[in-house]
């Protein structure tokens, strides 16, 4: 039965999937409260959201960028979807940070056994985004060459 720090490390390697990349920067963010920059957030928003399993503020930028995309000036709609984005890939490895700590919190009292199995659960991306990505994508590319045509 591992104990401490070395339990610890163990939660976080199984949250991040042997990231050790995730792993530095999560310790770090622990330390300094700063998280890095993450571009696949800033590219993909809410899709990045949904995909590390945080449903509500996917949900809310989706919303937003639907919001967004009815807004008659040009100028004014692209100045928001580049505040959104940057919101997205400023705060993403915070959230998701912040949500690992929730989580190592809220497992603490549970024995080895389940606690690596809810980490591991939880930590798991939800992979059938890939294909409402996808699907996203598609529909987009039709409906902007159907406006073009």
């Known amino acids: 039965m591992e104990t401490g720090e070395n339990a610890q490390n163990?939660?976080?390697q199984t949250y991040f999937r042997d990231s050790p990349?995730?792993?530095e920067a999560f310790l770090r963010w622990r330390e300094t409260g700063g998280a890095p920059f993450n571009w696949a957030a800033f590219f993909i928003g809410s899709w990045w959201f949904f995909y590390k399993r945080n449903?509500?503020?996917g949900l809310t930028l989706t919303l937003i960028r639907l919001i967004?995309?009815?807004i008659g000036n040009p100028m004014v709609r692209d100045v928001l979807v580049v505040g959104i984005s940057l919101f997205a890939g400023s705060m993403g490895n915070a959230m998701d940070?912040?949500?690992l700590e929730n989580l190592l919190t809220e497992v603490e009292t549970l024995d080895d056994v389940?606690?690596?199995a809810?980490?591991?659960?939880?930590?798991?991306?939800?992979?059938?985004?890939y294909v409402l990505f996808c699907l996203d994508i598609l529909i987009s590319l039709y409906l902007f060459y159907r406006i073009l045509a």
């Open 10 to 12: 163990a939660l976080i």
């Open 21 to 23: 990349y995730h792993e």
């Open 55 to 57: 449903f509500w503020v």
């Open 68 to 70: 967004v995309a009815t």
């Open 97 to 99: 940070y912040q949500r």
């Open 114 to 116: 389940n606690r690596l």
């Open 118 to 129: 809810i980490v591991k659960q939880k930590g798991k991306p939800w992979t059938f985004v």
